[in-house]
C-alpha cells in the first residue's frame, strides 16, 4: 500500500531482519516474564504508527521510527509494557443459562495487567523430544558466538568446553535459552556455576 521505499515500510524491514536474527532469545525472555507479552509489543509498534500518522496528518514532521529499539529495549530489560486498551480485558460473549440473549462479563482493567494465560509453547517434531527451557535464558557471550551459524557448523570448528562434571556443553540449551530433551549433551541441561561461565 504505501510501497517499499516509504519510511515505513524500511522501519518494519529493519525490525522483521532484527527479529529473524534474535527470535529464539527474545522468545525466550517474553516466555519468562510475568509482566510481557506479544500483544504488548504489537501494542507499542500500534501507539507508535498512530503517532506518526496522526503528526503527518497535521502536517508536522514525523519522529522517525524505529520498531528495532523495542527489540533492543526487550534484550537489555528495559522496555516497559504500554498500557492495554480495556477492550484488550474484554471476554467474548456469553449465553446465559436458558437465554439466547448474550451477557459480557467485563473484568475491570488493573493498572498493571497480569500476563494472560500461557498457551503451549512451539511443539517439537516427532522424534525430537520434548522442549526444554533454560531458566536462566540465552547466554549472550553464546548467542554471539551461534548468531548465523547451524550449530553442527560450530561444533565441527570449535573446541566445546566441559562443565563441572566432565560433560561438553550443549551450545543449544545456553546459548539460544532452550534445547531438546533427546539432547546428547542433556548432561549439561541446567544452569551453569559461576566458575563453569568462565572457562
Known sequence: LLGAPHVLCRAFQSFW?????????????????????????????????????????RAGTPRA???????????VGAFIPPQMPPAFFTLHPVKSAGSEAPTSLIPTPSPHPTRPPKVPGPQPSPGVGSIVINPA????????LLEGKRIRE????????????????CLTYHGKGQCYSNCRRVGDHKPHSAAEQRT
Open 17 to 57: 531482519a532484527e527479529w529473524q536474527r534474535s527470535r529464539l532469545r527474545i522468545s525466550a525472555m517474553i516466555d519468562h516474564s510475568r509482566s510481557l507479552s506479544p500483544a504488548h509489543l504489537l501494542r507499542r509498534m500500534q501507539l507508535l504508527l498512530f503517532q506518526w500518522f496522526d503528526t503527518t496528518r
Open 137 to 144: 535464558g540465552a547466554n549472550g557471550t553464546i548467542f554471539a
Open 65 to 75: 521510527i524505529d520498531f528495532v529499539q523495542i527489540l533492543l529495549d526487550i534484550s
Open 154 to 169: 560450530v561444533i565441527k570448528n570449535e573446541v566445546i568446553p566441559l562443565n563441572s562434571s566432565q560433560v561438553p556443553m
